[in-house]
């Protein structure tokens, strides 16, 4: 089966799955990326290792991508907004071959008639077929189905990583007297939820001495987080930012994730921050808390832009006993040990063959 996914950019995550679905002997897998790099990330590149087309590199290439595109046995969208995005999607729909759109959870965009606009225009294909969905997560699924309705096919195919980074490695244990550490992982911007984090541990530390926390990550809102932590600066450390290759180290020198953003599709830092047997907490707004947290087992999940539920988990996890947060942190790790690359390569293989499948019915 020839697969070929048209997507955004060579992102470490998805460039070391696809690198993964090499190993599958059921598909002859190939990627078209409309970007290799981008300003915007400071990501170190991640070796393609699998076949591909960068179009940014060589745009010359663009005809030899629409030809691969066309000629596939199945095509997977997952990107829509760019014009080549657009002209490869009219390729394929025009050849009358399967095809499938793959995404995160729509409705971002604010106010959401606009996404819905730009969605209506873009993916008008989508719009006037029967094409499979690929949700990045039930909480994406969830939304297509109320947007695209029901009669279509629709699948669970979240994003995947190595988790057995994170989960390498047990945390040692600390003594009785040590502080209960808190880390944030991510840009510090506002749609990540770095302000409210900030703005809850400053109430935090009033009221524990033994509370610490660290930033993991860099964005435009590192003045203003600095600036509200500066009565407290002894207890909170700000990393700058750290190749993705080394966030378990860092991981283990913690006790809870907490990144309460305002909205993510998805949000890797929850599963690996399960992963390394951190009880996370997170919001209803992100993909993967929807999908793997249970409250007052293995984290807590907080409305977005809750700042009294946010405060009130944090309270609870400082309050923690030992003997407690070490059973949280077991949930934690045993959470996602189905959410492997290995699992991702099976869900991704069954996947397309149900969309020919759907297809042809």
Known sequence: MRIVVITHLASPYQVEFFNWLLGSEAIDFEVV???????????QATPLL?????????????REARQKVI????????????????RLLNARTT????????????GFRKPEWIGQLLRRCCLS??????????????????????????????????????????????????PESAPRVFLFSGSLIRRKGADLVARAFLRLAREFLDVRIKFIGDGKLRPRLEQTLKSIRDRVEFLGFKDWQDLPIYYRGADILCVPSRYDG?????????????????????????EFIETGHNGWLV??????????????????????????????????????????????????QDALTSWQR
């Open 266 to 290: 998805w949000g890797l830092v929850v599963p690996e921050g399960l992963a390394a047997g951190l009880p996370v907490i997170a919001t209803r707004s992100m993909g993967a808390a929807v």
């Open 50 to 62: 699998h076949k591909h087309i960068c179009l940014d590199e060589d745009p010359g290439r663009f």
């Open 125 to 174: 294909p989508l719009q006037n077929s029967l094409a499979p969905i690929w949700g990045i997560g039930q909480f994406a699924v969830q939304r297509y189905q109320k947007e695209f309705g029901m009669q279509r096919a629709y699948c669970n195919i979240p994003y995947f990583s190595d988790l057995q980074r994170f989960q390498n490695g047990f945390r040692s244990s600390k």
């Open 303 to 352: 409305p977005e832009r809750d700042e009294s539920a946010l405060i009130s988990a944090m309270r609870e996890a400082a309050a923690l006993p030992d003997a407690t947060l070490a059973e949280m942190s077991r949930h934690a790790r045993a959470s996602v040990n189905t959410h492997s690359l290995q699992h991702g390569v099976q869900r991704f293989v069954q996947a397309a």
């Open 33 to 43: 990326y409309l970007h290799r790099t981008s300003y915007q990330r400071s990501w």
């Open 95 to 106: 050849s009358g071959k399967p095809w499938c759109f793959w995404g995160e959870r729509p």
């Open 71 to 86: 000629d596939a046995d199945l095509a997977v969208f997952n990107y829509y907004t760019h014009i080549l995005a657009v």
